[in-house]
């Protein structure tokens, strides 16, 4: 007997801000540049990319690649896409180990 596999893709269960903010947030907790630049894609994917491309000015196509898993967005793209996902970056001490 054959199993059949479908392949799961996070956004689709982004469907609200309070998904996001947990999904970032397991993302940031990662301290992995690169994961959190994918995670990114993934949340702008959930919003739409093409909603996302206008809001910020970029491309369909450059955002893509900056937040594929091996994108490098620069940071300014990361800000962009982050105020067009309505995602704030804060900073804060960390606790004492």
Same mark, same amino acid.
């Given at each position: $007997?054959?199993? +059949? *596999?479908?392949? &799961?893709?996070p956004?689709?269960g982004?469907?609200s801000?309070?998904?996001?903010? $947990? &999904?970032?947030?397991g =993302?940031?907790?990662?301290?992995? =540049?690169g994961?959190?630049a994918?995670a990114?894609?993934?949340?702008?994917?959930a +919003?739409g990319?093409?909603?996302?491309?206008?809001?910020?000015g970029l491309?369909r196509?450059?955002l893509?690649?900056?937040?594929?898993?091996?994108?490098?967005p620069?940071?300014?793209?990361? *800000?962009?896409? $982050? +105020? =067009?996902?309505?995602?704030?970056?804060? =900073? +804060?001490?960390?606790a004492?180990h």
């Open positions: $007997m054959t199993e +059949k *596999l479908t392949v &799961f893709d956004a689709e982004l469907d801000d309070e998904a996001v903010a $947990m &999904f970032m947030a =993302a940031f907790e990662t301290n992995d =540049a994961y959190i994918h990114l894609g993934v949340v702008a994917r +919003k990319m093409a909603q996302i491309a206008a809001e910020t491309s196509e450059q893509y690649r900056s937040f594929s898993e091996r994108g490098n620069t940071l300014k793209t990361t *800000l962009a896409v $982050m +105020k =067009a996902l309505g995602i704030e970056l804060s =900073a +804060k001490v960390p004492a």
